[in-house]
């Protein structure tokens, strides 16, 4: 009995490392928030709906499974490239005012992770 004891407490320690691991490199939900309502984004955006610009749920599930979408994303955050508004108009699309491209990084982490 002893030993089955013991056996079960390194499994549940092993369990608290697996989930503990992706919990710390997973986004700053609340710097990625503030970064987010410096630049104004909410006013084309939000998280569930649809504004000007598609809702950040629709555009995680998207990017779902694409490597490449935070260098996608990065990219349209920080070159201004051309936004097709619901209306169809087009213009550039914002570009970030980040001090430091981590915080965008992390920004866009966030958003992926809807
Ligand atoms: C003036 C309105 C407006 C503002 C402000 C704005 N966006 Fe957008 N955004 C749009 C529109 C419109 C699109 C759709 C672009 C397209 O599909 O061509 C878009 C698309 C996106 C996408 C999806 C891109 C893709 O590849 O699917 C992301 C992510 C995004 N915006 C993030 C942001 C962030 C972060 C900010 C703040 C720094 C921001 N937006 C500010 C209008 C805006």
Not at 50 to 72: F, I, L, M, T
Not at 88 to 97: A, D, P, S
Request: charged content about 25%; overall charge positive.
């Amino acid at each position: 009995m002893r030993s089955h004891a013991s056996v079960s407490i390194a499994a549940a320690v092993a369990a608290c490392f697996v989930i503990l691991a992706p919990a710390a490199q997973a986004a700053d939900a609340d710097a990625a928030q503030a970064l987010a309502r410096q630049n104004n984004c909410f006013r084309c955006h939000s998280v569930e709906k649809a504004k000007d610009g598609p809702a950040w749920k629709d555009v995680a599930a998207k990017y779902k499974g694409k490597p490449e979408a935070p260098a996608r994303l990065f990219t349209h955050l920080t070159t201004g490239e051309k936004a097709k508004f619901a209306d169809g108009h087009e213009e550039e699309h914002k570009i970030i005012k980040s001090p430091d491209p981590a915080k965008t990084k992390n920004l866009i982490d966030w958003i992926l992770s809807l």
